[in-house]
Protein backbone atom coordinates (compact mmCIF):
# COMPACT_ATOMS: atom_id res chain seq x y z
CA UNK A 1 0.00 0.00 0.00
CA UNK A 2 1.22 3.49 -0.79
CA UNK A 3 0.34 5.85 2.06
CA UNK A 4 0.37 9.26 1.13
CA UNK A 5 -0.86 12.18 3.48
CA UNK A 6 0.09 15.78 2.09
CA UNK A 7 -1.61 18.78 3.99
CA UNK A 8 -3.92 16.69 6.34
CA UNK A 9 -4.90 18.03 9.51
CA UNK A 10 -4.28 16.00 12.40
CA UNK A 11 -7.76 15.54 12.75
CA UNK A 12 -8.19 14.09 9.40
CA UNK A 13 -4.71 12.14 9.69
CA UNK A 14 -6.36 10.42 13.11
CA UNK A 15 -9.85 9.63 11.18
CA UNK A 16 -7.63 7.77 8.20
CA UNK A 17 -6.17 6.01 11.10
CA UNK A 18 -8.90 4.56 13.04
CA UNK A 19 -10.21 3.43 9.77
CA UNK A 20 -7.65 1.28 8.41
CA UNK A 21 -7.44 0.38 11.79
CA UNK A 22 -11.16 -0.75 12.32
CA UNK A 23 -10.37 -2.01 8.35
CA UNK A 24 -8.11 -4.49 9.77
CA UNK A 25 -4.88 -2.97 8.88
CA UNK A 26 -2.06 -3.56 11.33
CA UNK A 27 1.20 -2.32 9.85
CA UNK A 28 1.25 0.96 7.65
CA UNK A 29 3.95 -0.27 5.52
CA UNK A 30 4.97 -0.74 1.67
CA UNK A 31 4.91 -4.40 0.26
CA UNK A 32 8.11 -4.36 -0.77
CA UNK A 33 10.78 -2.49 0.82
CA UNK A 34 12.29 1.41 -0.41
CA UNK A 35 15.75 1.48 -1.17
CA UNK A 36 14.99 5.36 0.01
CA UNK A 37 19.09 5.86 -0.79
CA UNK A 38 18.54 5.05 -4.80
CA UNK A 39 14.89 7.36 -4.58
CA UNK A 40 17.09 10.45 -3.30
CA UNK A 41 19.59 9.58 -5.71
CA UNK A 42 17.50 9.52 -9.15
CA UNK A 43 15.72 12.90 -7.25
CA UNK A 44 18.94 14.33 -7.29
CA UNK A 45 20.49 13.43 -10.85
CA UNK A 46 16.98 14.67 -11.98
CA UNK A 47 17.05 18.36 -10.45
CA UNK A 48 20.64 18.57 -11.78
CA UNK A 49 19.74 17.15 -15.64
CA UNK A 50 16.88 20.17 -15.44
CA UNK A 51 19.30 22.99 -13.81
CA UNK A 52 20.76 24.98 -16.49
CA UNK A 53 24.45 24.29 -17.33
CA UNK A 54 26.51 27.75 -16.63
CA UNK A 55 26.62 29.47 -19.94
CA UNK A 56 23.50 27.86 -21.44
CA UNK A 57 20.51 29.64 -21.67
CA UNK A 58 20.02 33.33 -22.41
CA UNK A 59 21.29 35.32 -19.63
CA UNK A 60 18.54 37.10 -17.19
CA UNK A 61 17.38 40.18 -18.57
CA UNK A 62 17.68 43.50 -16.97
CA UNK A 63 15.29 43.15 -14.19
CA UNK A 64 13.65 39.75 -14.53
CA UNK A 65 13.71 37.47 -11.81
CA UNK A 66 16.51 35.23 -11.98
CA UNK A 67 14.79 32.91 -9.99
CA UNK A 68 12.49 32.03 -12.71
CA UNK A 69 14.89 30.37 -14.37
CA UNK A 70 15.90 28.02 -11.50
CA UNK A 71 14.64 24.10 -11.23
CA UNK A 72 11.00 24.14 -10.86
CA UNK A 73 11.68 22.87 -7.05
CA UNK A 74 13.85 25.31 -5.77
CA UNK A 75 11.42 28.10 -6.67
CA UNK A 76 10.83 30.36 -3.81
CA UNK A 77 7.40 29.55 -2.95
CA UNK A 78 6.49 26.33 -4.87
CA UNK A 79 6.46 23.09 -3.22
CA UNK A 80 9.47 20.38 -3.98
CA UNK A 81 7.85 17.49 -6.45
CA UNK A 82 6.92 14.75 -5.17
CA UNK A 83 9.52 11.84 -4.66
CA UNK A 84 8.88 9.10 -7.35
CA UNK A 85 6.23 6.13 -6.20
CA UNK A 86 7.74 3.18 -5.19
CA UNK A 87 6.63 0.78 -8.50
CA UNK A 88 4.39 -2.18 -7.45
CA UNK A 89 5.74 -5.56 -6.35
CA UNK A 90 6.16 -7.59 -8.46
CA UNK A 91 4.93 -11.65 -9.07
CA UNK A 92 8.44 -12.54 -8.17
CA UNK A 93 8.91 -9.66 -5.26
CA UNK A 94 5.33 -11.64 -3.47
CA UNK A 95 7.10 -13.78 -0.53
CA UNK A 96 6.19 -18.04 -1.48
CA UNK A 97 7.76 -20.21 0.68
CA UNK A 98 10.28 -22.75 -0.91
CA UNK A 99 10.38 -26.36 -0.79
CA UNK A 100 12.47 -26.09 2.44
CA UNK A 101 9.77 -24.14 4.29
CA UNK A 102 7.51 -27.28 3.50
CA UNK A 103 10.11 -29.64 4.44
CA UNK A 104 10.85 -27.35 7.69
CA UNK A 105 7.11 -27.21 8.40
CA UNK A 106 6.87 -31.07 8.28
CA UNK A 107 10.09 -31.77 10.35
CA UNK A 108 9.55 -29.09 13.02
CA UNK A 109 5.65 -30.69 13.60
CA UNK A 110 6.98 -34.11 13.64
CA UNK A 111 9.49 -33.44 16.18
CA UNK A 112 7.02 -32.55 19.22
CA UNK A 113 5.82 -35.21 21.57
CA UNK A 114 3.85 -33.09 23.43
CA UNK A 115 1.57 -30.01 23.08
CA UNK A 116 4.18 -27.94 25.11
CA UNK A 117 6.88 -28.87 22.25
CA UNK A 118 4.19 -28.32 19.59
CA UNK A 119 4.12 -24.96 20.62
CA UNK A 120 7.20 -24.30 20.78
CA UNK A 121 8.06 -25.57 16.95
CA UNK A 122 5.39 -23.23 15.54
CA UNK A 123 6.84 -20.45 17.85
CA UNK A 124 10.27 -21.47 16.42
CA UNK A 125 8.94 -21.68 12.69
CA UNK A 126 10.18 -18.64 10.44
CA UNK A 127 8.41 -20.55 7.34
CA UNK A 128 5.22 -18.59 6.83
CA UNK A 129 5.00 -15.35 6.05
CA UNK A 130 1.65 -14.36 8.01
CA UNK A 131 3.84 -14.61 11.20
CA UNK A 132 5.64 -11.15 10.24
CA UNK A 133 2.30 -9.22 10.16
CA UNK A 134 0.86 -10.86 13.03
CA UNK A 135 1.28 -9.20 16.75
CA UNK A 136 0.93 -12.80 18.34
CA UNK A 137 1.02 -16.44 17.46
CA UNK A 138 -2.45 -17.67 18.84
CA UNK A 139 -2.21 -21.39 19.51
CA UNK A 140 -4.88 -22.79 21.10
CA UNK A 141 -7.78 -22.10 24.21
CA UNK A 142 -9.49 -24.51 26.27
CA UNK A 143 -8.93 -27.94 27.46
CA UNK A 144 -6.36 -29.89 25.62
CA UNK A 145 -7.90 -33.21 27.39
CA UNK A 146 -11.02 -32.31 26.34
CA UNK A 147 -13.23 -35.48 24.28
CA UNK A 148 -13.90 -32.39 21.84
CA UNK A 149 -11.30 -30.32 19.30
CA UNK A 150 -13.03 -27.48 17.59
CA UNK A 151 -11.36 -26.33 14.81
CA UNK A 152 -11.17 -22.87 12.96
CA UNK A 153 -9.64 -20.64 10.17
CA UNK A 154 -7.20 -18.32 11.79
CA UNK A 155 -7.16 -15.64 14.16
CA UNK A 156 -9.01 -12.34 13.56
CA UNK A 157 -8.22 -8.69 14.99
CA UNK A 158 -8.68 -9.72 19.21
CA UNK A 159 -7.46 -12.79 18.98
CA UNK A 160 -4.15 -11.31 17.64
CA UNK A 161 -4.37 -8.85 20.01
CA UNK A 162 -4.94 -10.76 22.95
CA UNK A 163 -3.27 -14.16 21.86
CA UNK A 164 -6.57 -16.68 22.62
CA UNK A 165 -8.40 -18.28 19.75
CA UNK A 166 -12.59 -16.90 19.85
CA UNK A 167 -12.37 -13.96 21.76
CA UNK A 168 -13.99 -11.62 19.42
CA UNK A 169 -17.33 -11.76 18.11
CA UNK A 170 -17.29 -14.71 16.34
CA UNK A 171 -15.99 -16.19 19.63
CA UNK A 172 -18.29 -15.10 21.83
CA UNK A 173 -21.09 -16.80 19.59
CA UNK A 174 -18.84 -19.99 20.06
CA UNK A 175 -18.98 -19.73 23.26
CA UNK A 176 -22.93 -19.54 23.16
CA UNK A 177 -22.78 -22.99 20.85
CA UNK A 178 -20.83 -24.38 23.46
CA UNK A 179 -22.92 -23.32 26.29
CA UNK A 180 -26.42 -24.66 24.35
CA UNK A 181 -25.26 -28.27 24.54
CA UNK A 182 -23.45 -28.38 28.42
CA UNK A 183 -19.89 -27.48 26.73
CA UNK A 184 -17.50 -24.58 27.41
CA UNK A 185 -13.33 -24.01 27.35
CA UNK A 186 -13.35 -26.20 30.56
CA UNK A 187 -14.45 -29.17 28.63
CA UNK A 188 -13.80 -28.31 24.51
CA UNK A 189 -10.42 -27.47 23.44
CA UNK A 190 -10.14 -24.70 20.54
CA UNK A 191 -7.51 -24.27 18.08
CA UNK A 192 -7.50 -22.87 14.22
CA UNK A 193 -6.16 -24.02 10.71
CA UNK A 194 -3.35 -21.03 11.08
CA UNK A 195 -2.20 -19.43 14.33
CA UNK A 196 -1.13 -16.24 12.81
CA UNK A 197 -3.96 -13.57 11.66
CA UNK A 198 -3.82 -12.95 7.96
CA UNK A 199 -3.21 -9.05 7.06
CA UNK A 200 -6.82 -7.70 7.38
CA UNK A 201 -8.56 -11.12 8.13
CA UNK A 202 -8.41 -12.11 4.86
CA UNK A 203 -9.13 -15.99 4.18
CA UNK A 204 -5.52 -17.85 3.85
CA UNK A 205 -3.65 -18.28 0.93
CA UNK A 206 -3.22 -22.09 -0.27
CA UNK A 207 0.46 -22.04 0.31
CA UNK A 208 0.14 -20.39 4.26
CA UNK A 209 -2.69 -23.64 4.87
CA UNK A 210 -0.05 -26.09 3.48
CA UNK A 211 2.66 -24.72 5.18
CA UNK A 212 0.32 -24.54 8.54
CA UNK A 213 -1.01 -28.11 7.39
CA UNK A 214 1.40 -30.44 9.07
CA UNK A 215 1.29 -28.43 12.76
CA UNK A 216 -2.49 -28.86 12.89
CA UNK A 217 -2.51 -32.50 11.98
CA UNK A 218 0.25 -33.16 14.46
CA UNK A 219 -1.76 -31.13 17.23
CA UNK A 220 -4.87 -33.26 16.58
CA UNK A 221 -2.96 -36.34 17.10
CA UNK A 222 -1.08 -34.85 20.09
CA UNK A 223 -4.82 -33.89 22.04
CA UNK A 224 -6.21 -37.07 20.48
CA UNK A 225 -9.85 -35.85 21.10
CA UNK A 226 -12.71 -38.18 20.71
CA UNK A 227 -14.27 -36.08 18.68
CA UNK A 228 -12.98 -33.43 15.56
CA UNK A 229 -15.64 -30.33 15.12
CA UNK A 230 -14.41 -28.12 12.06
CA UNK A 231 -15.88 -24.62 11.63
CA UNK A 232 -16.16 -23.21 8.33
CA UNK A 233 -15.26 -23.68 4.71
CA UNK A 234 -11.21 -23.87 5.08
CA UNK A 235 -11.10 -26.18 8.36
CA UNK A 236 -13.61 -28.60 6.43
CA UNK A 237 -12.10 -28.31 3.00
CA UNK A 238 -8.37 -28.84 4.11
CA UNK A 239 -8.46 -31.32 7.02
CA UNK A 240 -11.24 -33.51 4.84
CA UNK A 241 -9.20 -33.08 1.69
CA UNK A 242 -12.30 -32.53 -0.44
CA UNK A 243 -13.51 -29.32 -2.10
CA UNK A 244 -17.22 -29.45 -1.48
CA UNK A 245 -18.27 -26.59 0.74
CA UNK A 246 -19.32 -26.51 4.04
CA UNK A 247 -23.01 -25.92 2.65
CA UNK A 248 -23.05 -29.81 1.82
CA UNK A 249 -20.53 -31.06 4.18
CA UNK A 250 -22.50 -29.44 7.15
CA UNK A 251 -23.91 -32.19 9.69
CA UNK A 252 -22.51 -35.28 8.13
CA UNK A 253 -20.31 -36.69 10.31
CA UNK A 254 -16.95 -38.32 8.32
CA UNK A 255 -13.67 -39.95 9.56
CA UNK A 256 -10.48 -37.53 10.08
CA UNK A 257 -7.45 -39.45 10.35
CA UNK A 258 -4.69 -38.37 12.62
CA UNK A 259 -1.93 -40.48 12.90
CA UNK A 260 -2.98 -44.16 13.57
CA UNK A 261 -6.11 -42.67 14.68
CA UNK A 262 -9.85 -42.11 13.07
CA UNK A 263 -11.54 -39.92 14.47
CA UNK A 264 -15.22 -39.00 14.41
CA UNK A 265 -15.49 -35.63 12.26
CA UNK A 266 -18.19 -32.93 12.16
CA UNK A 267 -17.78 -30.02 9.84
CA UNK A 268 -20.03 -27.06 10.67
CA UNK A 269 -20.63 -23.53 9.77
CA UNK A 270 -17.87 -21.04 11.39
CA UNK A 271 -19.72 -18.68 13.79
CA UNK A 272 -18.53 -15.69 11.68
CA UNK A 273 -20.58 -16.79 8.96
CA UNK A 274 -23.41 -17.30 11.15
CA UNK A 275 -23.15 -13.56 12.06
CA UNK A 276 -23.70 -12.47 8.94
CA UNK A 277 -26.40 -15.17 8.07
CA UNK A 278 -28.64 -15.45 11.40
CA UNK A 279 -30.80 -17.44 9.66
CA UNK A 280 -28.35 -20.50 9.05
CA UNK A 281 -28.66 -20.37 13.02
CA UNK A 282 -30.80 -23.08 12.69
CA UNK A 283 -28.92 -25.51 10.94
CA UNK A 284 -26.16 -25.29 13.51
CA UNK A 285 -28.27 -26.21 15.95
CA UNK A 286 -29.11 -29.16 14.29
CA UNK A 287 -25.29 -29.75 13.94
CA UNK A 288 -24.81 -29.41 17.55
CA UNK A 289 -27.51 -31.71 18.81
CA UNK A 290 -26.08 -34.42 16.61
CA UNK A 291 -22.53 -33.71 18.63
CA UNK A 292 -24.27 -33.68 21.81
CA UNK A 293 -26.02 -37.20 20.92
CA UNK A 294 -22.59 -38.34 19.29
CA UNK A 295 -20.86 -37.46 23.15
CA UNK A 296 -23.00 -38.86 24.99
CA UNK A 297 -22.96 -42.37 23.18
CA UNK A 298 -19.38 -42.00 23.47
CA UNK A 299 -19.39 -41.50 27.11
CA UNK A 300 -22.15 -43.93 27.51
CA UNK A 301 -20.76 -46.22 25.64
N1 LIG B 1 -12.22 -16.91 13.47
C1 LIG B 1 -11.49 -18.04 13.53
O1 LIG B 1 -11.58 -18.89 12.65
N2 LIG B 1 -10.68 -18.21 14.57
C2 LIG B 1 -10.58 -17.32 15.55
O2 LIG B 1 -9.81 -17.56 16.46
C3 LIG B 1 -11.35 -16.16 15.47
C4 LIG B 1 -12.17 -15.96 14.43
Redesign the pocket.
Known amino acids: MVASTPDMSPQALAALLYFYAESGVGELCEDAAIDRFDQSAKILQSRNQSRPQPGAGAPAAAGQNPARNAPPATRPGLKAAPPPVAPAPQASQLTIPGAAAFEDARALAASANSIAELREALNGFTGCNLRHSAKTM ?1 FADGNPEADVMFI ?5 R ?2 DLQGT ?4 R ?2 QLLDRMLGAIGLSRETAY ?1 T ?2 IPWRPPGNRTPAPHEIELCRPFIERHVTLAAPKIVVM ?2 N ?2 SKSLLGTDKGILSLRGTWMEYTAGEMLIPALPTM ?3 YLLRNPAQKRLVWADLLSLQERMEQLNSG
Open positions: VGEAPGEEPFVGAGINMLGVAHPA
